[in-house]
């Protein structure tokens, strides 16, 4: 269903009015330098958003800028990433901070932003939108529900669904479109949401293509979840915790740990070396990784 201007421009003053009076009390969106933003944005991702302003706190009191983070050791990075989890976003926060610095500053666009390492399309455009009035909708899953229900029709795929999610962009004012994808984000949390969306208290049923006709999606039967003792990730995060609490010097890695057998952590241990999160410094021993 294409939506005439006048349509998107009803939706976007609903929906604004709407998240003035109903935007969850979130410290992180107080912050609004580009660099900041950038470190909350990495963080939230697969980070459950209640835990991520202390957590934000914290690193950005250690890195207060964007030289310092590109100056710091790999290896204080992932000591300061402690408690976060999905240690290869610090890695990647890391690289995109020293390219970014060497270039003389974090770039204000999303395109430029994307040319970072490790920098995505949802993150580029987030940063963007909220720190430097960029005008296209960052779009993740939340936003994507948001955008395919208000404008109907089949399924959407990536590429279509961003460019649906710019129509709504063009018709904001400066500064607005990162209020937009944080009420959206809103939205879809307590209103719009995926199984049992709640159409009659949603502020845009007037003007949505989908309200009223989204059916609340029976459970799917599920299969016992593997204790997260037994996953790579718990592995992984233990010994790059084992290595934190090292130090310097390092220590050795062998033997098991928890449910995992020697050759797992043996295993482990030389993935985390291939992908820069350890190094190798002497027969079985290992450091996170520092200046030679």
């Not at 989890?85 to 003389?104: C, K, Q």
């Not at 590429?159 to 937009?180: S, T």
Request: charge should be positive; hydrophobic fraction near 45%; glycine fraction near 8%.
């Amino acid at each position: 269903m294409a939506l005439t201007a006048s349509e998107i421009k009803r939706i976007n003053k609903l929906l604004l009015a709407w998240y003035k009076a109903n935007a969850r009390p979130l410290k992180i969106r107080e912050r609004s330098k580009p660099y900041e933003v950038l470190i909350v944005e990495v963080m939230a991702q697969q980070t459950q958003i209640a835990r991520v302003d202390e957590l934000a706190t914290r690193f950005l009191k250690r890195f207060p800028t964007l030289r310092a983070l590109a100056r710091a050791e790999t290896a204080e990075v992932l000591e300061a990433w402690r408690g976060l989890g999905y240690n290869r976003r610090a890695l990647l926060l890391h690289r995109a901070a020293e390219a970014a610095n060497a270039a003389g500053g974090l770039p204000t666009t999303h395109e430029e932003l994307e040319r970072l390492p490790g920098i995505g399309t949802y993150t580029a455009r987030a940063v963007a939108a909220i720190a430097s009035g960029g005008r296209e909708i960052p779009v993740d899953v939340n936003i994507a529900r948001v955008v395919q229900r208000l404008v109907g029709g089949p399924r959407l795929t990536a590429k279509p669904l961003q460019a649906a999610a710019n129509v709504f962009g063009a018709e904001l004012g400066d500064g607005e479109a990162g209020r937009w994808a944080q009420a959206a984000m809103d939205l879809a949390s307590s209103v719009c949401r995926a199984s049992a969306p709640d159409c009659s208290s949603c502020p845009l049923k007037t003007a949505c293509a989908s309200a009223g006709r989204v059916a609340a999606s029976k459970k799917k039967g599920r299969s016992a979840p593997m204790r997260f003792g037994a996953t790579a990730r718990w592995l992984r995060g233990r010994l790059l915790d084992e290595l934190r609490d090292a130090g310097r010097g390092g220590m050795i890695i062998r033997g098991a740990r928890g449910e995992h057998p020697a050759t797992a952590v043996t295993a482990t241990i030389k993935r985390l070396c291939d992908e820069g999160l350890a190094e190798k410094v002497a027969t079985a021993t290992y450091r996170l990784p520092r200046r030679k």
